[in-house]
């Protein structure tokens, strides 16, 4: 999967975006990431008794809200640092588990940075020669960002805003990409939630290079009714998909799932996410892997307060 933990910039699985998993299998093989397909289906939800009507256009204007209000959740998500542990398994061409490996990191802000310090390989910490190594990487990232200068700082704070800007247009394809509908309501963690479908829309023209994977691929959302977030992310190729040129394909089958908790009464974080996903790098070689990602231990960080260990921050 991602080479977790050497010191580099967190992308984020909670990124802005409501669906932005849906490109999601391609950015994780993009940077070197792997795993096997499972069922081709969507797993089946129990409805509630009640199941309010909304119109497609009334839910395409609720994927638009949920993913402005994403985009405000992440700038709050800076405020946590966290555990991340990652299990791949290696798997053969039966679906049988070859061989398993797993990294633990802490994710942690650094000047405005989300970056990764790897703690563990195997459930092991590391030895002192490779934990001096990831402190070593971590102390460049911190002089670098230490010695900004205005200049250098104008210039990424503009790129963020580039980067933003790039988000709600690509978000704006996504809800004119797909034919929508409530499948019914269901309730996670005690609390009520959409369970909204999406199927690709026959004649859709995309505008932007990474809208052109949305029809390639089909989701399931689980939106909180009363918070307007989104809780769970269920994507699924239904296509081969190709990224880059002859960098990868992505095969029909694959699939990411992507939930969050809400912590503290106030912010989104990632809980789980499992990748499954058949894949050929370079034409040449085919990987399958599949990934399992847990997060624990959120601790919220302020400049001019302490950590709030984690038996303190209430989640719900």
Known sequence: MRNIGRCRHVNHP?????????????????????????????????????????????????????????????????????????????????????????????????????????????????????AAKEDERIQKITEKRKNETDEQR??????????????????????????????????????????IDAEPRPGFEAHSKEAKFLPKFRFRVWIDKAEGQWVKLDAQAIDTVSVGLFLARVHKGSRIVIEQTRVNDEVWLPRHVAVNVDVRLALVKNFNVAEDVTYRDYKKFRSNTRVVPLGEVQQQ
């Open 154 to 195: 104008a210039k990424r704070l503009k790129q963020e805003e580039k980067d933003r800007e790039e988000t709600r247009k690509f978000v704006g394809e996504v809800a004119d990409a797909y034919n929508f509908h409530l499948a019914a309501m269901e309730e996670l963690d005690g609390r009520e939630t959409y369970v």
């Open 14 to 130: 909670m990124r802005p975006g409501v669906v932005l998993l849906v490109i999601a299998l391609a950015a994780w093989i993009a940077l070197g990431q792997d795993a096997a397909a499972p069922s081709s289906s969507l797993p089946t939800v129990p409805a509630t008794e009640s199941v309010p009507t909304l119109s497609a256009e009334q839910i395409r204007g609720l994927i638009r809200q949920v993913a402005e209000k994403d985009m405000v959740n992440d700038m709050r998500q800076r405020d946590y640092t966290y555990i991340e542990r990652e299990e791949e398994h290696r798997l053969d061409g039966k679906g049988q588990v070859k061989s398993t490996e797993t990294k633990t990191s802490e994710v942690m802000m650094v000047y405005g940075d989300q970056i990764e310090r790897l703690i563990a390989k195997n459930d092991k910490p590391l030895s002192p020669k490779d």
